[in-house]
Antibody
Framework: EVQLVESGGGLVQPGGSLRLSCAASGFTFSSYSMNWVRQAPGKGLEWVSYISSSSSTIYYADSVKGRFTISRDNAKNSLYLQMNSLRAEDTAVYYC?????????????WGQGTLVTVSS | QAGLTQPPSVSKGLRQTATLTCTGNSNNVGNQGAAWLQQHQGHPPKLLSY???NRPSGISERLSASRSGNTASLTITGLQPEDEADYYCSAWDSSLSALVFGGGTKLTVL
């Protein structure tokens, strides 16, 4: 079964840092591009970042550029999101999601998400 | 980054047909088409349709998607109580090098 499990969320003060992880199983992780998407409480979906299978191509949303860093370890079947200089508006459930077909932009499956709360 | 435009809410009766719309521009929906996602309260999104009208395995045949110009549509026939959920469209924007989502449509089945 294809599965994505996020971890690393929690409560952090404004200006602080947090590192999210996404553990992949049930498929050849190194062959797939991955994304992070977030959803603020009661709000819609917001794309955060994309990383290609080999890490050669990376994109960020303007709202996180310069503060967040996406990375992956194909040997560990894991995706990461390093979040620095966190703001209240970064409070959200963060999902990792796979790109099932190379060169496309739809995501399947999605993980269950991990909640990040930025508050003093 | 500008997103796609979806109506905030749609209400239809049981066993009726609902059509949800998603409007973008030539750099996103008009270029590569849209994907549709369903999200029930408290659950992660689930892919319903991609590249305009392709359904992943296990997705009901009551769902169909299409595109006309810069507008994508998702049609759900024979509405059931379990169809009540939030629906999002998404597309890659080639001018922004970013994925954009619609604001979501809350579908209520009366």
């Amino acid at each position: 079964e294809v599965q994505l499990v996020e971890s690393g969320g929690g409560l952090v003060q404004p200006g602080g840092s947090l590192r999210l992880s996404c553990a992949a199983s049930g498929f050849t992780f190194s062959s797939y591009s991955m994304n992070w998407v977030r959803q603020a409480p009661g709000k819609g979906l917001e794309w955060v970042s994309y990383i290609s299978s080999s890490s050669s191509t990376i994109y960020y949303a303007d709202s996180v550029k310069g503060r967040f860093t996406i990375s992956r370890d194909n040997a560990k079947n894991s995706l990461y999101l390093q979040m620095n200089s966190l703001r209240a508006e970064d409070t959200a459930v963060y999902y990792c999601a796979r790109v099932p077909v190379a060169g496309t932009s739809w995501f399947d499956p999605w993980g269950q998400g991990t909640l990040v709360t930025v508050s003093s | 980054q500008a997103g796609l435009t979806q109506p905030p809410s749609v209400s239809k009766g049981l066993r009726q047909t609902a059509t949800l719309t998603c409007t973008g521009n030539s750099n996103n929906v008009g270029n590569q088409g849209a994907a549709w996602l369903q999200q029930h309260q408290g659950h992660p999104p689930k892919l319903l349709s991609y590249r305009n009208n392709n359904r992943p395995s296990g997705i009901s045949e009551r769902l169909s998607a299409s595109r006309s110009g810069n507008t994508a549509s998702l049609t759900i026939t024979g509405l059931q109580p379990e169809d009540e959920a939030d629906y999002y469209c998404s597309a890659w924007d080639s001018s922004l090098s970013a994925l954009v989502f619609g604001g979501g449509t809350k579908l209520t089945v009366l």
